[in-house]
């Protein structure tokens, strides 16, 4: 479902020059930590705690760099896009109570093992029930959501929209958007992030149906990134509230998968250099 992920791809591809250049410098740090201890020969002890400090390095110098090197409206841009996921996730875990699938089939399990019940606990079947190709089905249950409230009738429409998108490239934001001013201040901040979402990721499949060299360009020269826009724009919404947020919640999803190959990569360099096994 490439429109369903453009906007998570539409990241990688710009923070991949920036994540590169943090990891090469932290296999050149364990490299170097690597070749000191290969020829001092400490013994066990040291060498454990130098390997422990190379894997560490690693991780803390590519995320480290990644994030001096983010320009400032990229850094913006995602700051709204993960608080927006985090926002989804938590409500995941308040509506179901399980961790989110991470595949096709896991999704498919999942909606075989929860049937329908009707009413808004069904909102977290749609975005599932999309993944693995089930439009008319998302469709349904979109416009069986209830509309009781100013923020029902929003998500509805929001629902109805990133369907409709990801089904046929064709998604309209305006009954979402028109329902904003009916909402009390605090829930128009956060629609109007959601929305942004969305409006970003139509604006990213189409960026990403650009050829490569052009992406390229626009990524290394700061051109034609406008699905950036609508998330700056939202993020301007919440003042200097999210102003230490980023990090933070960016560390707590990779920070694990930087660690483990922070320890393959000291491993390689340790066996290479000679300093493993210890003496």
């Not at 029930?129 to 009781?148: H, K, M, N, Q, Y």
């Amino acid at each position: 479902m490439a429109r369903q992920f453009a906007l998570l791809r539409a990241f990688r591809q710009i923070e991949t020059l920036r994540v590169t250049i943090g990891a090469l410098v932290g296999v050149a740090v364990t490299s170097l930590v690597a070749v000191v201890v290969g020829l001092t020969r400490p013994g066990p002890i040291v060498t454990a705690i130098a390997f422990v400090v190379a894997a560490a390095s690693f991780a803390f110098l590519t995320f480290g760099l990644a994030a001096v090197l983010r320009p400032r409206r990229v850094r913006r841009a995602l700051t709204t896009y993960r608080w927006v996921g985090r926002f989804d996730w938590l409500r995941w875990r308040r509506m179901t109570g399980d961790d989110l699938p991470r595949t096709p089939a896991r999704a498919r399990m999942w909606l075989e093992a929860h049937p329908a019940r009707g009413g808004r606990d069904d909102l977290a079947r749609i975005e599932l029930l999309v993944w693995i190709g089930e439009f008319d089905s998302a469709r349904r249950v979109a416009d069986t959501l209830p509309d009781a409230t100013p923020w029902d009738r929003f998500e509805r429409a929001l629902q109805r929209a990133f369907v409709d998108f990801v089904a046929s490239g064709d998604g309209d934001l305006t009954p979402a958007i028109d329902v904003i001013a009916d909402l009390s201040s605090a829930e128009a901040r956060t629609a109007r992030a959601m929305v942004a979402i969305e409006e970003a990721r139509q604006r990213a499949a189409s960026w990403l149906r650009l050829e490569a060299a052009a992406r390229r360009r626009a990524i290394e020269e700061g051109g034609d990134l406008d699905w950036l826009d609508p998330l700056e724009r939202a993020r301007d919404g919440f003042g200097h509230e999210l102003d230490r947020f980023l990090l933070p919640d960016l560390a707590r999803w990779v920070a694990s998968p930087l660690l483990v190959v922070g320890c393959l990569s000291a491993l390689t360099t340790f066996l290479v250099s000679g300093a493993l096994p210890p003496r």
